[in-house]
């Protein structure tokens, strides 16, 4: 049976993307997350600059934290600048904070940030997933398939 499509989120600009994330894990739910920025972070990613690509969330007392994401240094910044890869806490309800909790701790699940971006708004959210890990067996099913929907398109396209 196919896995059900995760919702879509109203994403303006979206500032940062983690495609291998897609590949290295199965998502089984999505979930839309604000940020709590400074004013210079805001800056940085409205220039488009950041990055999530070796960035996971964590559950640390009863809030959620985005570790080693890298939003670099506003250029125009003074001396408040600040730190790039500092943790940032993450906005969610206290639900389902406590729904990630027991799928992380029971389950062994991970959470993964596929994307970061600005809603209709202006808010900077993350686009959270709850996950669990691909064996490599699992991975080169995924690439066989991608391979295989690649050929059929390119023997469509020159038949048609």
Not at 54 to 61: C, D, G, P, R
Not at 116 to 125: L, M, S
């Amino acid at each position: 049976m196919a896995r059900p499509r995760p919702q879509e989120f109203d994403k303006v600009k979206t500032v940062a993307e983690n495609r291998r994330a897609r590949f290295d894990y199965f998502i089984e739910q999505v979930y839309e997350a604000g940020l709590v920025l400074t004013g210079t972070e805001v800056k940085s990613l409205r220039f488009g600059e950041g990055s999530i690509a070796e960035a996971y969330a964590e559950i640390k007392s009863d809030a959620v934290w985005l570790v080693n994401a890298n939003i670099p240094e506003f250029s125009h910044g003074n001396r408040f600048n600040h730190e790039p890869k500092r943790p940032r806490k993450l906005l969610l309800n206290e639900r389902q904070i406590n729904k990630l909790h027991g799928a992380v701790a029971r389950e062994g699940m991970t959470l993964v940030p596929l994307s970061v971006y600005f809603n209709a708004k202006g808010r900077a959210k993350v686009e959270l997933a709850l996950a669990k890990g691909k064996k490599t067996h699992d991975k080169r099913e995924t690439i066989k398939e991608r391979d295989w929907k690649r050929e059929q398109s390119r023997i469509l396209r020159d038949r048609g």
